[in-house]
Nanobody
Framework: QVKLVESGGGLVQPGESLRLSCVTS????????MGWYRQAPGKQRDLVAT???????NYADSVKGRFTISRDNANNTVHLLMNSLKSEDTAVYYC??????????????WGQGTQVTVSS
């Protein structure tokens, strides 16, 4: 069974920083695109950032320049460093692993989510 285990959420004030981490198995980490999504109350789950197996990154426009996604290959961990946090960043953040296969349905896995609250 594939597991994605998140950590690092919490309550911070506007302008502060947080780092989220997601650890999974080496089998998944080495070949899947890893990403972070978030879901605010009453809203859909949206992409925050992704990083593929060779380190290519993609960010939502709302977090460009403030958030950085990275891979720790030695520890099968993906991090999301969130700087200059705003109240609108408040959401449950989910770790995601995704891979498409030629001729087959894609594989996708989710973590349990970690709450990030930005409030003064």
């Amino acid at each position: 069974q594939v597991k994605l285990v998140e950590s690092g959420g919490g309550l911070v004030q506007p302008g502060e920083s947080l780092r989220l981490s997601c650890v999974t198995s080496k089998t998944i980490f080495d070949i899947f695109t890893m990403g972070w999504y978030r879901q605010a109350p009453g809203k859909q789950r949206d992409l925050v950032a992704t990083i593929n197996s060779v380190g290519t990154t993609n960010y939502a426009d709302s977090v460009k320049g403030r958030f950085t996604i990275s891979r720790d290959n030695a520890n099968n961990t993906v991090h999301l460093l969130m700087n200059s946090l705003k109240s609108e960043d408040t959401a449950v953040y989910y770790c995601n692993a995704y891979k498409s296969w030629t001729g087959l349905e894609p594989s996708e896995f989710w973590g349990q989510g970690t709450q990030v609250t930005v409030s003064s």
